[in-house]
């Protein structure tokens, strides 16, 4: 006889529903329903980003700074999966910790405080993880929300997050009347090798710690940007000078979610110029040559994030290119207390 899970969680706060109750992450036996409550919360949400259980296998087979056994709550109604929260955090270049968490519920249990307790559940473990952080130079809270989730916003603020970031999801409609754009002269494109693999890491690393909020890494980190499941490098269009990257855009196509939302998209994300060769047309250059690439794959559009505020104009330079903003994201952040 199989002995019973005895993994029940007690989350102060929560409200007093009949059936409901809270445990521990399971493994990999959890990951069918979190893709369909995933699923759920996000399409209420107008969130077009698609978890499938083969991309969260890999993505938790790869977690940094999160146990997933003690990190996370997950959320029944009479012994079904209906939400999750987990926690996570990292170190910023200047030494300042963020402690972020996040969760997915399906919309008929929102709006009962359900959220509201795991919110405070949340920076309860991360303060408890912090405890062991004794070289953080600061320490803030970190969750995210969108424009198309006002809930989310109202109890953000609500428990005390200040707005510290925004940034856009932007798409280009179409990807005709491509712009030529050349590169300069002795710089070029070339087809992605796997013993490449870690000069181009290398390059990405460094060309944006320029970049607001860029965190700390380390070779396992190596590891888990090959292990992504949007990990397409016959699709990256790689610029070289000799033997030195310039700078890249690594392109994917999404397939599960041109499926879902009946698009031929191409994303054009992950750009970035290592310094010595910035303002000097690059970055059009490669974008340009990412169009014609995703339209010969039969896109019909392109998409990409960016930091509003970035310092070297990057949104500014998505617009030239004929991106338009479609949506906007708010990171919101709060001092941690002292321990």
Known sequence: MQATINDTLTIPGAPDHPGLSFRRFRGESDYPQMAQ????????????????????????????????????????MD?????????????????????????????????????TALFRHSEARLQEIARGHTSATSRF???GSSDTTPGMEQLIRREGYTPVRNFYEMVRPDLENIPDMPLPEGIEIRPVQPEQFRAIWEAEVEAFKDHWGEWTTEEEDFKRWQDHHLFQPHLWQVAWDGDQVVGMVRNFIDEEGNKKFNRKRGWTENISIRRPWRKKGVAKALIASSFRLHKELGMTEAALG??????????????????????????????????
């Open 37 to 76: 409550i995933a699923t759920a919360s996000r399409e209420a949400d107008k969130d077009e980003e698609v978890s499938t259980v083969e991309s969260l296998a890999r993505e938790y087979a790869n977690l940094k700074n999160c146990d997933p056994y003690q990190d996370m709550v997950m959320v029944e």
């Open 141 to 143: 809270f970190d969750v």
């Open 306 to 339: 960016v930091d509003t505020d970035n310092p070297n104009g990057a949104r500014q330079l998505y617009e030239s290119m004929g991106f338009q903003t479609t949506k906007t994201f708010t990171a919101y952040r709060k001092p941690m207390p002292e321990n």
């Open 79 to 115: 012994g079904k999966l209906i939400g999750y929260k987990r926690v996570m955090w990292w170190s910023e270049l200047d030494g300042t910790h963020i402690y972020g968490h996040f969760g997915n519920l399906v919309p008929e249990w929102r709006g009962k405080g359900i959220g």
